[in-house]
T-cell receptor, first 112, second 113 residues
Framework: DAGITQSPRHKVTETGTPVTLRCHQTENHRYMYWYRQDPGHGLRLIHYSYGVKDTDKGEVSDGYSVSRSKTEDFLLTLESATSSQTSVYFC???????????FGPGTRLTVT | GENVEQHPSTLSVQEGDSAVIKCTYSDSASNYFPWYKQELGKGPQLIIDIRSNVGEKKDQRIAVTLNKTAKHFSLHITETQPEDSAVYFCAALTQGGSEKLVFGKGTKLTVNP
């Protein structure tokens, strides 16, 4: 398995609180992605990174920010969590967009 | 932007039968089409992919076909086994501006023993 971990694996938080999810890789892949998975919607891209300090928006980026200060770490922040952000969040890594993406185990986030 | 439609959303087959999942895409410039399998409680994992310069690719019991003219591609699983039960996602790589994968909504495949 590709060396990719996510933390925390589960989190319950209240509406309005900030939340940060961490993705860590040991593969030195250039690209890192954050997806959310919801029933009936499949996987939707939130943000992605193509290098240290280089990030771009995906299709559902509103309410989320990201940072990548090191090759191995990609952080996803919900500045003020809302119930609509209750979801399972997956991090993925790849050498290039046109090659295999390796997914982490996911983080289940519940916003009450 | 790219839109990927996947059908059916659920599929139930008997062990040993074949299963077919179909996807259509909207961006004619898309040139990379992977398929991912997601088992319960895990992240998706690539099972096969195809690029626009070929029409078919096989890997043991799994095959993918691509029709660029019609903008659709399909996953074929033969001699299904209970361990094939999972959610399958197709995806297409967008080309406009930055390259990103757009996923279909998924197909839950159940293989009954």
């Amino acid at each position: 398995d590709a060396g990719i971990t996510q933390s925390p694996r589960h989190k319950v938080t209240e509406t309005g609180t900030p939340v940060t999810l961490r993705c860590h890789q040991t593969e030195n892949h250039r690209y890192m992605y954050w997806y959310r998975q919801d029933p009936g919607h499949g996987l939707r891209l939130i943000h992605y990174s193509y290098g240290v300090k280089d990030t771009d928006k995906g299709e559902v980026s509103d309410g989320y920010s990201v940072s990548r200060s090191k090759t191995e770490d990609f952080l996803l922040t919900l500045e003020s969590a809302t119930s609509s952000q209750t979801s399972v969040y997956f991090c993925a890594i790849s050498e290039s967009p046109a090659y295999e993406q390796y997914f982490g185990p996911g983080t289940r986030l519940t916003v009450t | 932007g790219e839109n990927v439609e996947q059908h059916p959303s659920t599929l139930s087959v008997q062990e040993g039968d074949s299963a077919v999942i179909k996807c259509t895409y909207s961006d004619s410039a898309s040139n990379y089409f992977p398929w991912y399998k997601q088992e319960l409680g895990k992240g998706p994992q690539l099972i096969i992919d195809i690029r626009s310069n070929v029409g078919e690719k096989k890997d043991q019991r799994i095959a993918v076909t691509l029709n660029k003219t019609a903008k659709h591609f399909s996953l074929h699983i033969t001699e299904t086994q209970p361990e094939d039960s999972a959610v399958y996602f197709c995806a297409a790589l967008t080309q406009g501006g930055s390259e990103k994968l757009v996923f279909g909504k998924g197909t839950k495949l159940t293989v009954n023993p």
